[in-house]
C-alpha cells in the first residue's frame, strides 16, 4: 500500500508563498491535494493524472496555485503564491481513486496534513 508524506506547510503573511511537498512510497498514477479548513468541509484544490496529462484546479486557487510532479522522486508538488487567508486549512495529499484531474475526484489514499496558516 503506498503511503504519502507531506511536507512544507507553515505560517506566512497574506501575499506570501510556500510550496507543499508529498513524498509518495511508489508510483502512483494520479496525485493532488485537498484542504480543510475548521468548521469547514474538505475541498479539492488540485490534482494531476499523471498518465492522462489532465489537471484540475479549484476555482479559489486558479492562477495561484500550481501542482508539479518530480516522477522520478515520486514527488508531487503544491506551489502556493499570492496566499489569502482564506487559505489557512489543513492541507492533505491525496492519490489514486476515480475521477482523477476533476473537480470529481474521490481519492482513496491519504496523507496525514500539513498545516498552512496566512496572516493578513
Known amino acids: 500500500q503506498v503511503q504519502l508524506v507531506e511536507s512544507g506547510g507553515g505560517s506566512v503573511q497574506a501575499g506570501g508563498s510556500l510550496r507543499l511537498s508529498c513524498a509518495a512510497s511508489?508510483?502512483?498514477?494520479?496525485m493532488g491535494w485537498f484542504r480543510q479548513a475548521p468548521g469547514k468541509q474538505r475541498e479539492g484544490v488540485a490534482s494531476?493524472?499523471?498518465?492522462?496529462?489532465?489537471?484540475y484546479y479549484a476555482d479559489s486557487v486558479k492562477g495561484r496555485f500550481t501542482i508539479s510532479q518530480d516522477n522520478a522522486k515520486n514527488t508531487l508538488y503544491l506551489q502556493m503564491n499570492s496566499l489569502k487567508p482564506e487559505d489557512t486549512a489543513m492541507y492533505y495529499c491525496?492519490?489514486?481513486?476515480?475521477?482523477?484531474?476533476?473537480?470529481?475526484?474521490?481519492?482513496?489514499?491519504w496523507g496525514q496534513g500539513t498545516q498552512v496558516t496566512v496572516s493578513s
Open positions: 491525496a492519490a489514486a481513486g476515480v475521477g482523477c484531474g476533476s473537480a470529481s475526484w474521490r481519492p482513496i489514499r
Open positions: 511508489g508510483y502512483i498514477y494520479c
Open positions: 494531476a493524472y499523471t498518465g492522462h496529462g489532465s489537471t
